[in-house]
């Protein structure tokens, strides 16, 4: 079970994420829009044509064909960025306008994997600019996401240096096992979409979450865990995380020892008791 605390004399583990519509609701890339817009970067056409690509994301119509046309206006629409404006932007709105979109039910398999010893890896196709913030907040321990060449001026020139999707996922999980030490047939993969696939069967235990119907057919065909993740919240407003192994541990030690020193203040009293009759 996946809460139990992993023995740290096997090989380590970790829990991969996707990050759109499977631990946040939106797409992380879109759902910026407006504030790109009012910090300038775009203009009102763009806001409303990543509006409707939002709709199309949402209602699970995005196929292969349909990601590769976003990506590549993505792309066109992004150069001439300036990077620090970006990740300026991102840090403004990052909890008003991803903390509430975050599923409940992804935040606390996050604190259930973290208990039981595991990284948690976001694996994203979005850009690296808005993953990397995102995964901070989420505690994760480390960020794969799509990264765009940056001049010399420190703008984007809209080509993409590494695209973080279908195979390359799983290129990158298997790159990471390989660097980090996890043993992947222990590790655990979620995903919503069926380009995810390789991502998956790169794992011992690949789970659906909120899945497309490619995806869903395949995790039936193949017994997968199907999860429905569809309460949405912000982090503050959730319970406690549970403690971490290590604090865990720390606690454990706390009151074994306030339990002795009890037990032995006790033992004092009843000895002293016993010498004031004699």
């Known amino acids: 079970m996946l809460w139990l605390v992993e023995n740290h004399s096997l090989p380590r583990t970790a829990a991969f994420f996707d990050l759109d519509k499977t631990v946040i609701a939106k797409s992380s890339t879109l759902t910026f829009s407006k504030s790109f817009y009012q910090g300038g ?3 009102r056409r763009a806001v409303l044509r990543t509006a409707y690509a939002q709709f199309v994301f949402l209602a699970g119509g995005a196929d292969h064909d349909q990601m ?7 792309s066109a629409l992004c150069r001439g960025w300036n990077v620090q404006q970006v990740k300026e932007i991102v840090a403004e709105t990052l909890h008003d306008l991803i903390d ?6 992804a935040a606390s398999l996050i604190e259930q994997h973290h208990t039981a010893g595991r990284d948690v890896v976001i694996v994203s196709t979005s850009g690296a600019e808005v993953v990397e913030p ?6 994760a321990d480390r960020v ?8 010399p001026d420190g703008c984007f020139t809209g080509e993409v240096e590494y695209y973080a999707y279908g195979p390359t996922k799983a290129e990158a999980v298997k790159e990471l096992a390989e660097s980090e030490g996890y043993d992947l047939e222990r590790c655990y993969a979620y995903s919503d979409s069926f380009t ?3 991502m998956l069967e790169a794992v011992g235990h690949p789970h659906a979450v909120n899945p497309d119907r490619a995806l869903r057919r395949e995790a039936l065909a193949r017994e997968w865990p199907i999860l429905d993740f569809h309460r949405p919240v912000r982090l503050k407003q959730r319970l406690p ?3 971490r192994p290590a ?7 706390v009151v074994a020892a306030a339990t002795a020193g009890l037990v032995w203040l006790a033992s004092r009293r009843r000895a002293a008791a016993a010498a004031a009759a004699s």
């Not at 590769?68 to 993505?74: H, I, K, S, T, V």
């Not at 509430?100 to 039910?105: G, L, M």
């Open 100 to 105: 509430p979109i975050i599923y409940d039910e």
């Open 247 to 253: 604090l865990v541990a720390a606690a454990a030690v």
């Open 196 to 198: 995810d696939m390789p």
């Open 41 to 43: 970067l775009i203009n």
């Open 241 to 243: 995380a549970p403690p």
């Open 68 to 74: 590769e046309r976003m990506r590549a206006y993505l």
């Open 134 to 139: 995102i995964g901070e907040l989420l505690g």
């Open 144 to 151: 794969v996401a799509t990264r765009m060449v940056v001049g």
